[in-house]
């Protein structure tokens, strides 16, 4: 289940964000700027989707995600990358993404939409729960990056059911599927840690 999440990683680096990274480079931008900019744009984002302007959120969502395939190129590509940088580059990715479902929940909180409020709760916690999973995985020494729906693919849902117009069936993908990826990684982990302590 990686093989097509790291091949369509691998040929956007080479084909998008490699060329990109250069030029940002080549302007003295910092990877850790670009991180801090990504996360400007997804309060942004949570900001139009509170305000009901889904669609345009959705858009600069998509926006803000594509900054998070730079800050690692100009990392690599610049020769800085460091252990802070990959920490905050994480939480970074995890705050932003909580702050969309946020933006998502005050949308249908103010509307009087329980449906819609709970789904977004869910969809954070959820997604929260598939993050968690992968790094304790790895603290563990184990990989952790298996299962359907990481945090790409999770981007792609809700992007498409804000911009399509069906945010609440993206929400309740996301929900089914992200529960299910933290059940294989609990398995996953499970099969290689059989026999420790």
């Known amino acids: 289940m990686k093989a097509p999440r790291l091949h369509a990683k691998q040929w956007a680096e080479r084909r998008v964000s490699g060329p990109i990274a250069r030029l940002l480079i080549a302007l003295h931008i910092p990877a850790s700027a670009i991180t801090l900019a990504?996360?400007?744009?997804?309060?942004?984002?949570?900001?139009?989707?509170?305000?009901?302007?889904?669609?345009?959120?959705?858009?600069?969502?998509?926006?803000?995600?594509?900054?998070?395939?730079?800050?690692?190129?100009?990392?690599?590509?610049?020769?800085?990358?460091?252990?802070?940088?990959?920490?905050?580059?994480?939480?970074?990715?995890?705050?932003?993404?909580?702050?969309?479902?946020?933006?998502?929940?005050?949308?249908?909180?103010r509307d009087g939409h329980l449906l819609g409020a709970y789904l977004a709760f869910a969809a954070a916690i959820a997604a929260m729960l598939v993050s968690y999973s992968r790094a304790r995985a790895e603290g563990l020494g184990v990989t952790g990056d298996v299962g359907l729906l990481g945090r790409p693919e999770r981007i792609v849902v809700l992007g498409a059911g804000l911009l399509l117009g069906y945010p609440l069936y993206a929400m309740g993908v996301i929900v089914a599927l992200a529960l299910l990826t933290s059940l294989q990684r609990l398995w996953h982990v499970h099969r290689n840690t059989r026999g420790g302590e």
């Open 38 to 109: 990504g996360l400007a744009v997804a309060g942004g984002a949570a900001y139009l989707i509170a305000e009901g302007r889904l669609l345009v959120g959705g858009a600069v969502m998509l926006a803000g995600a594509a900054l998070d395939m730079l800050d690692g190129a100009v990392a690599r590509l610049a020769n800085s990358a460091s252990r802070f940088g990959a920490y905050l580059d994480s939480v970074a990715d995890r705050a932003g993404e909580a702050v969309v479902f946020f933006g998502l929940l005050a949308f249908y909180a």
